[in-house]
Each structure stands twice: as structure tokens, then as C-alpha cells.
């Protein structure tokens, strides 16, 4: 595997192997002595030219528990504010001798452009671009479903994980809000589809994208109908992105901000209809009050907390496949990630 760009492609083989690579990471950070020294002498490369919290820190902290040396370019303080291009740039990160450059743009295709234009040789992770995708969200959403609803980890997430080569197959997935403007949607569309998951959208009629009867899941418009009647095992609420919305509050989106929540926010009324298995989900961050309520946010069945704690296993393991693994298997998301058994047991 020599680039992570996008789910859409991704085989059930690579997506499992991403996940169970994850576990072990995952095991290993609940050491006294988090550090590995798989990545020492490599270098990587955060270029994040949009906003961010989770991804930005989770994958400096992934790195840097890796042993990766570590370069943070932020494009506010930066050349792009004078005018320097992505290309320029990338070029000056080839010349700096980058490994892997994770990369967030708010132009859908900045990740596949940087990969395939020539400019650098090193592997690109796509951290987020623009409404298109966001691989590593949807690997540690799956990856946090999986402990869960296959690999029993029990309420508080401490048990021992029994999910390691399992799939989601049979398990149903609400993702609900935003849908338009989501590529944390878009991503897990298809990658829980790969994994055998059921998966639903649930949206206003706006805020669902022309073309989405391609995708691999149902659409409903109606939420409270859909946790009554379907019954899902986990809810996956979207942040509403107003900062892409012209106008007021919901833009042309939607009529209210009230209104929005009374028919699509996710509360403990709602949380009370779906079987006590279930799980509540959100990639953050949160417009708490809107989208999802406080007591539901903080609900015992939230593993909101959880899942950005599973961003820095789930970032150790694309980092790791990416930079150790057998690049003649093929130059792409899709390729077989190859890693010996050996070398994954030595971690
Ligand atoms: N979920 C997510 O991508 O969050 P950040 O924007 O904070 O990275």
C-alpha cells in the first residue's frame, strides 16, 4: 500500500488488515512505554490547510509513538499565504525528504492530486478533502464498532478485543444529518459496506447528495421512523457544517436551527427506542444542542470519547502499513497492504 486516499476501492482484505493492525497498536498503547521504534529515521509530514483538532493531533501523536520525526506545516502562518501553490510546496517537502505527508484541503481531490502529479515520492494520507473523503475517520469508526458489537468490550471499552479477522457483517449502521457536505458519510458508506454492514442514511431531503442512490445503503427521511423500525446497533450522528452553508443558520438547508433538531437531533428520548446494545457515535467535534444533545453526548452508550482515542491506534496502523509494508504489491489505496506475520508480531 503505498498511499491511503480514499475507502471507495478499499479491499475487505486491506480493511481488515487495517483494523486488525489497529488492535495491536492499540494493545500497545496501554503500556507504560507507548513508544515504538518501527518508524525511527523516517519522516512525516502533517500539511494541514484546513482546520483541525482530532486528525492534526492524533496523527502527530501516532507518529511520534512510531518514532517518526515529525514536521507540522499549517497553512495560516505559512507561504500559501503568499500566494505559494500545492505543488510548490509539495515540491519543497520532496526536497526536505519527506516519507509521508498527511494532508487536509478543503478541495475535494487535493490528496489524489498530491499522490499522482509526480511532485513528491512519498506515501499521502488523506486526512480530509473537502466534502469528498476521510479514510482514516471511517477505519477508526469501523474499528470502534467492531470492539463493540463483535468484540465485546463491554460498556466502559476496557474488555479484551475477541474481534481481531472479523467483519461487521449483519450490523446496522444510522448515519444521520448532514450527509451532503460529509465526507466522514461518504467514507463510511463504503467502507462499511466492504465490511458487510447495513447502512442508512438519514437526512433531510436538502441535505442528501444528488446521486446517492449509487451508494451502497438506504435512505430514509425519517429518523424516528428509522430507530423505531430498523432498530440499528449504532447511531453515527454528522456534525451539521455550517461553515459550508450560505445564509443564516441552516441556510437554505433547513428552516431553523430548532426546527433541524425537534426532527434530526439525537437525544435520550431517541437513545431510549434502540436496543440496549447500541451505540452512540459522532466524529466531533459537536454542536452540542443541535445535531446531538448533551445527555446523549455524554450517555454511558457514547463511545465519542472512545473513538478519538481509537484515531491514534487506527493512524499508528495506516502510518505503519504505508512506510514498512511491500510496496510491489501496487501503488494504491487498493493494493494488498503486505506485511509479514512476523513483523506485525514483533509489534
Ligand atoms: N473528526 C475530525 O476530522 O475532526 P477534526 O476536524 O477535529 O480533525
Redesign the pocket.
Known amino acids: 500500500m503505498k498511499h491511503l486516499l480514499t475507502t471507495q476501492g478499499l479491499s475487505k482484505d486491506d480493511a481488515i488488515l487495517l483494523l486488525d493492525t489497529s488492535a495491536q497498536m492499540a494493545a500497545t498503547q496501554s503500556r507504560e512505554n507507548k513508544k515504538l521504534p518501527t518508524l525511527r529515521g523516517r519522516t512525516v509530514v502533517n500539511l494541514f490547510y484546513e ?6 493531533i492524533s496523527f502527530e501523536t501516532a507518529a511520534k509513538r512510531l518514532s517518526a520525526d515529525v514536521i507540522n506545516f499549517s497553512a495560516k502562518g505559512s507561504s500559501v499565504s503568499k500566494g505559494e501553490s500545492l505543488k510548490d510546496t509539495a515540491l519543497t517537502l520532496h526536497a526536505m525528504g519527506a516519507d509521508a505527508v498527511v494532508v487536509r484541503h478543503s478541495a475535494s481531490g487535493a490528496a489524489h492530486q498530491l499522490a499522482h502529479a509526480g511532485w513528491l515520492d512519498a506515501g499521502v494520507l488523506n486526512a ?1 478533502d473537502g466534502m469528498h473523503q ?1 479514510p482514516t ?1 471511517a477505519l477508526l469508526d469501523a474499528f470502534t464498532i467492531r470492539r463493540h458489537l463483535v468484540g465485546n468490550v463491554g460498556e466502559d471499552g476496557r474488555g479484551i478485543d475477541t474481534s481481531a479477522g472479523a467483519d461487521l457483517a449483519g450490523i446496522r449502521v444510522a448515519i444521520v444529518g448532514d450527509v451532503l457536505h460529509s465526507r ?1 458519510a461518504r467514507s463510511n458508506v463504503y467502507l462499511l459496506h466492504t465490511l458487510g454492514a447495513e447502512v442508512t442514511l438519514v437526512a433531510p431531503p436538502t441535505l442528501v447528495p444528488v446521486g446517492v442512490e449509487t451508494w451502497p445503503c438506504r435512505v430514509s427521511y425519517h429518523l424516528d421512523e428509522t430507530l423505531e423500525q430498523w432498530q440499528p446497533d449504532a447511531v453515527m450522528m454528522l456534525r451539521v457544517q455550517r461553515e459550508r452553508m450560505s445564509g443564516g443558520a441552516g441556510g437554505a438547508f433547513f428552516p431553523s436551527p430548532m426546527e433541524y433538531s425537534r426532527k434530526f437531533g439525537f437525544d435520550a428520548r431517541r437513545l431510549a427506542v434502540l436496543p440496549d446494545h447500541s451505540i452512540v457515535m459522532h ?3 459537536m454542536n452540542r444542542g443541535l445535531e446531538i444533545s448533551a445527555a446523549a453526548a455524554d450517555h454511558p452508550r457514547s463511545v465519542i470519547v472512545e473513538q478519538v482515542a481509537n484515531g491514534v491506534a487506527v493512524r499508528m496502523a495506516a502510518l505503519y502499513l504505508l512506510l514498512s509494508g511491500d510496496d510491489s504489491a501496487g501503488s494504491d489505496t487498493t493494493s494488498t497492504a503486505k506485511t509479514s506475520t512476523d513483523e506485525r508480531n514483533a509489534l
Not at 482546520?51 to 492534526?56: A, G
Request: net charge positive; aromatic share 0%.
Open positions: 482546520d483541525s483538532t482530532r486528525t492534526r480530509g476521510h475517520q466522514v466524529p466531533g467535534p
